[in-house]
């Protein structure tokens, strides 16, 4: 358990790869803040489990990713409960899918503030403990799509490209600190946020939903398969590791050879 007596804080962690986070991290003895919307019960029956599995303590926090005082005040409670925010795993995500002639207002500044926008506040408010320890981790979930661009995702497009180059910058501003500054790009994982754009790329491209899972998903990654959330999770892990001190300003492509064609 490399991570015993480290703490962490994952947004967006109540499913997905958000949580397959938090479980890895766990997994290794670290203590968890966990962040996303829900069921009350299965938010507090994940947050047990984490408990259980790490010997340390898990909080849940429900900090909306649109409010910098609430982000702000999330990492304040990770320092003053959990001892720190030693690793910091910016994950949460929306999604909407529309032509830019048809995109609603609304609904780019909503991707924008919560895709993009929350990990600034995050790092932001982290980043002075970090420095103060001589330590940190800053992770971000970015998106094939940091790399290259698919139709009618314009806002999701903007905000994963903007993921890459933050990290850039964080990684060289932060570089004598201890701290490493990176982020991860999955292709197609089968998740809530993929399986819910369906219906939406269903009317866009008039398809049927066998069509959006053959041709439109998996039709970008050459190994015909979605990324399982574990396996992103796995990565994760590896950028916390003090072998991993040097990788910093990285994007990690893990997408089934989808950004090598």
């Known amino acids: 358990m490399f ?34 919307f829900g069921d009350a019960a299965a938010i507090e029956k994940e947050r047990a489990a984490l408990e259980a599995t790490s010997g340390a303590k898990a909080l849940y926090d429900p ?31 929306i999604q909407h899918v529309a032509p830019i002639d048809e995109f609603p ?12 926008s929350s990990t600034f506040h995050l790092m932001r408010a982290a980043i002075p403990g970090m420095k103060a320890k001589k330590w940190g981790r800053i992770i971000s979930t970015a998106s094939a799509h940091s790399l290259v661009a698919s139709p009618n995702k314009s806002a999701y497009v903007a905000a994963k490209h903007g993921i890459a180059g933050l990290t850039k910058t964080a990684a060289l501003e932060t570089a004598t600190f201890g701290i490493t500054v990176n982020c991860i790009s999955p292709g197609y ?25 053959n ?9 015909k398969e979605f990324v399982q959330p574990e396996q992103v999770a796995a990565l994760l892990l ?24």
Do not use: H
């Open 215 to 223: 041709d439109v998903l998996l039709d970008a990654q050459p190994t």
């Open 3 to 36: 991570l015993k007596g480290k703490s962490a804080i994952v947004t967006g962690s109540t499913s997905g790869i958000g949580l397959a986070y938090a479980k890895a991290l766990a997994a290794e003895g670290a203590s968890v803040m966990i962040n996303g």
């Open 105 to 116: 207002i609304e609904k780019w500044d909503a991707i924008i503030s919560i895709n993009l």
């Open 63 to 93: 900090a909306d990713m649109t409010k910098p005082d609430q982000i702000a005040a999330m990492v304040a409670r990770a320092q003053a409960e959990l001892g720190g925010a030693d690793i910091v795993v910016s994950n949460a995500g």
């Open 238 to 261: 590896f950028l916390c590791r003090d072998e991993a001190a040097q990788i910093t300003g990285s994007n990690y492509s893990i997408d089934g050879g989808w950004t090598a064609e």
């Open 189 to 213: 994982v089968w998740t809530p946020l993929v399986e819910n754009q369906i219906p939406d790329t269903m009317k866009a491209r008039n398809m049927t939903r066998e069509q959006v899972l």
